[in-house]
């Protein structure tokens, strides 16, 4: 299986930051990663696919980068409604796996 | 409004039996590939099942194989999951999600149910 592994696992930022989370996969996935929003009691929000393509109405603040086993998701200008848990997932085979999630806080 | 609503969560105890259900409503549930997908409590989030879009294709990781069994009527517009011989790391929220196109990215999901294993 595809090991999925971010950093860092926490984070603290003011509203108006920029933000950078990293996601390194066990082998070569390609573009093949996904990443989601979650908040606390709620579910998964899909907001990025194959790297960099934004799901439609995913602000444009939200940005993703990366190949091979090398990815980002990159928050500009932090708004409020951002602090939350961010997860990505790889989608190169079966079984999908997720990593363990980003959590950005305020400080 | 696309929408997925499970329910079927419970408490069982050790070994017992459970089966979720997933009601889709906002688009052609016949058309797309579902998933599974379970989170522990305060911990991340775990594949479980996939299913095509005809029922014929199924997926599961090794720690449900055997014990988990994923199936959709797409004349009732839900998905199931069945789970068997349930065991204390089992507890989870799980949410039911649509992948679209074949891309095992997951756009549309559930608000979960949550399975308690304890007895």
């Known amino acids: 299986d595809i090991q999925m592994t971010q950093s860092p696992s926490s984070l603290s930022a003011s509203i108006g930051d920029t933000v950078t989370m990293t996601c390194r996969a066990s082998?070569?996935?390609?573009?093949?990663v996904n990443w989601y929003q979650q908040k606390p009691g709620k579910a998964p929000r899909f907001l990025i696919y194959?790297?960099?393509n934004l799901q439609s109405g995913v602000p444009s603040r939200f940005s993703g980068s990366g190949s091979g086993t090398d990815f980002t998701l990159t928050i500009s200008s932090l708004q409020p409604e951002d602090f939350a848990t961010y997860y990505c997932?790889?989608?190169?085979?079966?079984?999908?796996?997720f990593g363990g999630g980003t959590k950005v806080e305020i400080k | 409004e696309m929408q997925l609503v499970e329910s079927g969560g419970d408490l069982v105890q050790p070994g017992g039996s459970l089966r979720l259900s997933c009601a889709a409503s906002?688009?052609?549930?016949?058309?797309?590939?579902m998933h599974w997908v379970r989170q522990a409590p305060g911990k991340g989030l775990v594949w479980v099942s996939h299913?095509?879009?005809?029922?014929?294709?199924?997926n599961y990781p090794d720690y449900v194989k055997g014990r988990f069994t994923i199936s959709r009527d797409n004349a009732k517009n839900t998905l199931y999951l069945q789970m068997n011989s349930l065991r204390a790391e089992d507890t989870a929220v799980y949410y039911c999600?649509?992948?679209?196109?074949?891309?095992?990215?997951?756009?549309?999901w559930g608000q979960g149910t949550m399975v308690t294993v304890s007895s």
């Open positions: 999600a649509r992948e679209p196109g074949g891309s095992d990215a997951l756009d549309i």
């Open positions: 906002g688009f052609t549930f016949s058309n797309y590939w």
């Open positions: 299913i095509n879009s005809d029922g014929a294709t199924t």
């Open positions: 997932q790889q989608s190169y085979n079966t079984p999908v796996t």
């Open positions: 082998q070569a996935i390609g573009s093949y």
């Open positions: 194959a790297t960099f």
